[in-house]
């Protein structure tokens, strides 16, 4: 990771550089691509999901220089345009995971190719996207079974850092990010940790734990009292330079836009207590709050409703927090908050299992979640959410042309992606998995 004080070339680019030298078979992670000169493409004769519309039987979809130019049933082919065949295939916008930490990490088992945290408790101006990897053997991994953008998260500590949204496509962090900082991510304290870990404790165990609790939460309003009052600083400085000056703060910095109510703040706390303390501490400060995590929502659905609260709701294929708790309960989550109008999105909190994420919107559907909104919970739902669904999460003219081509249902395992496109242009569907199967099966 690094801060916005400083940049430099993040420990998963070394990782990405020995494995290349180590093995012969090495999958590219960024695309051929020729700024300002991407292709006109046009896909026929297939059923195009838009997902913010009904389907449309026999479509065609239109796309050049990276957007989608048209979406109908009998769409104008320009002259010139590449064209595809679709028949008996699916054309579906771009899945959407809205909580990872891919580019970020290469090789888990290996420290020296983990780039998530920075030290200390109190980390506002770690920022996630100065640090991915474009060359990480995950994303190619990622992007073949159709998901095309993701948010990478900082990790670690109280306040980790600013995430970012970003394509998986592209030579550069900079020419990945499709838009940063998306919010502010914090890790609420909580008095338990670990999911099952409910059994009581020894008194002096319990007080040790209260009191790590307390300091922690005064830690994270301390500083957000204190970016309150800088940004009151910095805004009188701005509007008077006769004002007296005030020492820059990069922490602080940080955390202006977010105590402005201009980035939100994306709190992670899945226990009913630690929701409605965090619930309670955004109130407070006048955050604009997004919930991440919320294994417990169905415990607090009024306070979600009434404070207007988005839930990313994940990783669903885990374990329930306890051991009385039931099997069924992360699977129903979002069913829960579908059936009461609060907004959510789906996430799997990985990163090289970030593959999977249309299984687990999978999970939601086979557990009550109508079919349509659970791909619209990997799609347009968190480009709502965090204010980019005038660029992609929908199959609608103008919009980034990320699209998938399948030949069945994304949510069902046994699909396969025949063809990505992303900002127009199309990925090859390879990764380090496709060309080692491709080696070995001609091994004599």
């Not at 909580?99 to 088992?109: D, H, M, N, R, Y």
């Not at 909190?349 to 557990?367: I, Q, V």
């Not at 919009?399 to 242009?425: F, H, Q």
């Amino acid at each position: 990771m690094s801060s916005t004080s400083s940049a430099r070339v993040p420990r998963s680019f070394w990782a990405a550089a020995v494995l290349c030298c180590a093995s012969s078979v090495f999958a590219q992670s960024v695309i051929l691509n020729n700024p300002g000169k991407k292709p006109t493409v046009a896909i026929r004769n297939a059923t195009i999901y838009p997902v913010a519309s009904a389907p449309i039987p026999n479509g065609t979809i239109v796309f050049s220089n990276g957007l989608i130019t048209a979406v109908a049933a009998n769409a104008a082919i320009p002259p010139g345009a590449t064209i595809v065949d679709g028949t008996g295939l699916s054309v579906y916008p771009g899945l959407i995971d809205s909580g990872t930490t891919l580019g970020l990490t290469e090789v888990s088992s290996v420290a020296g190719t983990v780039d998530t945290a920075e030290l200390g408790d109190l980390n506002p101006n770690a920022r996630a996207d100065v640090a991915v990897n474009p060359h990480s053997n995950l994303i190619p991994v990622t992007r073949i079974n159709g998901v095309t953008t993701v948010i990478t998260a900082p990790q670690g500590g109280i306040i980790s850092g600013q995430d970012a949204l970003i394509q998986l496509a592209g030579w550069t962090p900079r020419e990945m990010a499709l838009k940063s900082p998306v919010g502010m991510h914090v890790n609420f304290p909580s008095m338990r940790s670990g999911a099952l870990d409910e059994q009581p404790q020894d008194e002096e165990a319990e007080q040790e734990a209260k009191k790590t609790y307390t300091k922690n939460v005064d830690k994270l309003r301390d500083i957000f009292r204190d970016a309150q009052a800088y940004a009151k600083a910095s805004a009188a400085r701005a509007l008077d330079p006769k004002v007296r000056r005030f020492d820059r703060d990069v922490l602080l910095d940080a955390l202006v836009p977010v105590v402005m109510g201009r980035e939100p703040v994306v709190i992670h706390a899945d226990r009913e207590q630690d929701i409605r303390a965090a619930i309670q501490f955004a109130d407070d400060y006048k955050l604009k709050m997004i919930l991440a995590g919320g294994d417990d929502v169905a415990r607090v659905i009024p306070e979600l409703k009434s404070h207007n609260i988005p839930v990313l709701l994940g990783p669903i294929l885990a374990l329930p927090q306890r051991e009385d708790d039931p099997y069924d309960v992360l699977f129903t989550n979002a069913k829960t908050l579908h059936d009461n109008g609060i907004p959510f999105a789906i996430r799997t909190s990985e990163d090289h299992n970030a593959r999977n994420l249309p299984y687990h919107a999978a999970a939601c559907a086979a557990f009550g979640l109508p079919k349509d909104v659970a791909l619209k919970a990997i799609t347009i739902f968190p480009a709502q959410i965090f204010g980019v669904a005038d660029r992609i999460g929908s199959l609608e003219t103008g919009k980034l042309a990320n699209i998938i081509v399948t030949d069945g249902d994304p949510l069902e395992i046994r699909t396969n992606v025949k063809r990505v496109y992303i900002g127009g242009e199309e990925i090859p569907m390879e990764s380090n998995q496709t060309l080692l199967y491709e080696k070995f099966r001609q091994r004599p």
